[in-house]
């Protein structure tokens, strides 16, 4: 991911993403049981995917969004995308028959499930595609990347350390409420120099910290929670000890909008 990311073309990481996307698909066809979400990817990966890398002002694909008017876009599908899930693994509203079925919103909402990993890739891909040269250390993506894994990192040695409450006993097991803490603060804790280096605001470091520090973080009881209501503990195989593609990235997708649009808002 780094080397991807570190190589100024945004090619290498549009191919990245592209085989990222299949892979959570693949996962994510076997969560809700359903091969529906096969067209939500082939109508994702090249209408959400592939505009993201092409140049600013080109006449494919491209909208009439500013990069702050795309920004909110991004977040604001995200939460469409993510509120679909609850149909599509078959919540019925109180009062309603578990027999009762809706098969088009059920179909609906399986093909707008791949949203979930999509735009946060494309946001990636966006922030990539900001910075210029062969090969360039100063990526804003590590934004949403880097800071991610400071927090995981104190998150785990706190928790494991001085953890005693748990933080969502019914969701995910294992997080503690002094993880979850530690795990707030150090993301800041990395993000402000990263974003100093870059050549980012201090303010927009601090941010995208908390951003990290708090969504990443919702992002992982998120897939959690998907992977509860599936019956199952990991998303895959993927990467034995670890699950699958989707475990690895959870805390990223929700991260990554969030850190797009604050890139885009704050200067």
């Given at each position: ?57 080109g006449a494919f694909l491209q909208t009439r969004y500013s990069p702050r008017e795309w920004a ?96 969502a006993p019914k969701i995910s097991p294992k997080k503690t409420v002094e993880g979850a803490i ?61 699950g699958g593609l989707l475990d690895r990235v959870d805390s990223l997708l929700f991260t990554a ?11």
């Amino acid at each position: 991911m780094l080397g991807a990311l570190f190589f100024a073309s945004p090619w290498p990481f549009f191919v990245l993403a592209e085989v990222a996307a299949f892979i959570c698909t693949l996962e994510l066809s076997t969560l809700l049981k359903s091969k529906r979400v096969w067209i939500g990817w082939a109508i994702g990966a090249f209408l959400v995917l592939v505009p993201a890398v092409l140049p600013p002002g080109g006449a494919f694909l491209q909208t009439r969004y500013s990069p702050r008017e795309w920004a909110v876009q991004s977040v604001l599908s995200l939460l469409c995308g993510i509120a679909v899930f609850p149909f599509a693994l078959g919540y019925r509203p109180t009062g309603w028959p578990k027999s009762a079925r809706w098969p088009g919103l059920t179909f609906a909402c399986e093909v707008v499930a791949p949203t979930w990993y999509l735009l946060p890739f494309a946001c990636l891909l966006r922030l990539h595609g900001t910075h210029s040269g062969l090969w360039d250390l100063a990526d804003p993506a590590l934004m949403a990347i880097v800071p991610l894994w400071g927090g995981d990192t104190a998150g785990i040695f706190v928790g494991k350390a001085f953890g005693r409450r748990l933080l969502a006993p019914k969701i995910s097991p294992k997080k503690t409420v002094e993880g979850a803490i530690a795990n707030l603060f150090a993301c800041p804790l990395v993000s402000i120099p990263l974003g100093l280096a870059i050549g980012l605001s201090w303010e927009a470091g601090a941010a995208c910290g908390l951003a990290a520090g708090t969504f990443g973080q919702l992002g992982d009881l998120f897939e959690s929670y998907v992977k509860r209501q599936a019956g199952v503990k990991d998303s895959g195989s993927l990467l034995p000890g670890h699950g699958g593609l989707l475990d690895r990235v959870d805390s990223l997708l929700f991260t990554a909008p969030i850190v797009f649009a604050i890139l885009n808002l704050i200067k």
